[in-house]
């Protein structure tokens, strides 16, 4: 079986084809020769999903899936969830977005937050959803040099590591990705 992952993200690549079992070919968009911007413009992370998964189907033809993410802050009632990646402008800079949200929480005891990622499936005609939540805190100042975006300010519960200062293998085990892609997996064997 082949598949498409929608994404020019070349971390979520590496993080999600180390999941996914070796009867399914993953594809990349550059592999379909889709260099263009995909668009995400609904209002919440599961709505981007879908639109980016149907936007390879309808153009490309082929069967995929597309994630969406996003980090919800308590204190910031769930932002900057779906505009996480534009969290402090268009230039979708992670050490801005880290540092913006770092100034929202100045003086905030309540620094509980989850990751949520919500995959889109479209196979065989049919459109599928996963979602993976991973619910930690925003620690107060950057620690870490792996991973990518916010993972630096992100400890995920029972851990006194951030995201950036564990290894991919244990981030996909316990991270919203890792998660949603285990669902996938399952639906996928199960097929
Ligand atoms: P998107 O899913 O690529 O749209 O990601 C939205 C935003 O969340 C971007 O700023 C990403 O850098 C960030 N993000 C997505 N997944 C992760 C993750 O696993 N760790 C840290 N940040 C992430």
Redesign the pocket.
């Known amino acids: 079986m082949q598949l498409v992952f929608a ?1 020019n ?1 070349l ?2 690549l590496k ?1 999600v084809q180390g999941l996914i079992p070796q009867h399914i070919t993953l594809l990349s968009l550059k592999d379909i020769g889709c260099f263009e911007d995909i668009p ?1 413009t609904q209002q919440t ?1 599961k709505g ?1 999903a879908i639109q980016k998964a149907n936007y390879i189907k309808e153009h490309y033809g082929y069967d995929c899936f597309a ?5 919800e802050v308590d204190a910031l009632n769930g932002a ?1 969830g779906v505009y ?4 402090a402008g268009e230039q ?1 800079d ?1 050490n801005a ?1 880290m540092n913006k949200l770092l100034n929202e929480l100045e003086s905030q005891p309540n620094r509980t937050a989850q ?1 949520k ?1 919500v995959i889109a499936l479209q196979l065989n005609g049919k459109l599928h959803t996963f979602t993976g939540i991973c619910e930690g805190e925003i620690i107060t100042s950057k620690k870490g040099n792996k ?5 630096p300010i ?1 400890q995920p519960n029972d851990y006194s590591e951030t ?1 950036a200062e564990i290894s991919l293998e244990e ?1 996909n085990r316990i ?3 890792g998660k949603a892609v285990q669902l996938l997996v399952q639906f996928l064997n199960s097929k």
């Open positions: 994404t993200n971390n979520k993080e995400e992370i981007n994630d969406d993410t996003g980090l900057p996480s990646a534009r969290y979708r992670a977005n990751f990622t991973g990518f975006g916010y993972d992100f995201f981030k991270g919203h990705r």
